[in-house]
């Protein structure tokens, strides 16, 4: 039931772009993403609540293919500081929790 | 507008003695969630609670473990006679309404060793 993401790790050069995708095998009614830095809380990035639905703040976006039941975020011009572990979350339909992803580990350099 | 707070924020214990792990939602949340997260995995469901209520308890282990949000104060993660496997960071996290259209706010984590 735990949703797959991929890649499990990527590296990236400060400036590169990166996609991480999320796959769950239920139907869908959300999808979460969260970034976790290394001994730190999850934080939130964004949620997308319809099929289709594409949301975005400053370079990091998301897209959700309800069809498929896959989700995928979207960094451009990556920076320093995206550096961390990303997870999505998933609720599925008529569900009440998150179910999070097996999480992506990005780490960006110089 | 403080966050999620959880306490301690580390916490020891032996085999066999009980650890209590506090969590305080944000203002005006009163959905409760638990999540287990050992060293570099992912975060698993346990418990998810409002007020004085547990909707679901499907990740929780059968045994030793328990929680309850009451009326008054914070929810409360409660583990008796802990055991080796049990330790692992446990963070908690709140929403004004069901997770499905809300994010999640997590709080910093309690971070349980068992000795």
């Given amino acids: ?110 | 507008n403080a966050g999620v707070m959880q306490n301690p924020r580390h916490l020891v214990r032996r085999r066999g003695q009980e650890a209590r792990l506090r969590c305080s939602p944000m203002k005006g949340h009163s959905h409760v969630y638990w999540y287990r997260q050992l060293p570099e995995e992912g975060l698993k469901f346990m418990v998810y609670l409002q007020k004085e209520n547990i909707i679901d308890e499907s990740g929780m282990p059968k045994e030793r473990f328990s929680a309850e949000f009451p009326k008054e104060g914070p929810s409360i993660l409660r583990i008796q006679q802990v055991v080796r496997g049990d330790s692992a960071a446990y963070f908690c996290a709140s929403s004004p309404d069901r997770e499905r259209s809300s994010p999640l706010h997590f709080g910093n984590g309690t971070r349980l060793t068992v000795t």
């Fill in chain 1, 1 to 110: 039931q735990q949703p797959v993401q991929s890649p499990q790790a990527v590296i990236l050069r400060e400036g590169e772009d990166a996609v991480i995708n999320c796959s769950s095998s239920k139907a869908l009614y959300s999808v979460h993403w969260y970034r976790q830095k290394h001994g730190e809380a999850p934080v939130f990035l964004m949620i997308l609540l319809k099929g289709g639905e594409q949301k975005g703040h400053d370079k990091i976006s998301a897209s959700f293919n309800e069809k498929k039941q896959q989700s995928s975020l979207y960094l451009t011009a990556s920076q320093l500081s995206y550096s961390g572990t990303y997870f999505c979350g998933t609720c599925r339909a008529g569900g009440n929790k998150l179910t999070f992803g097996t999480g992506t580990q990005l780490k960006v350099e110089l």
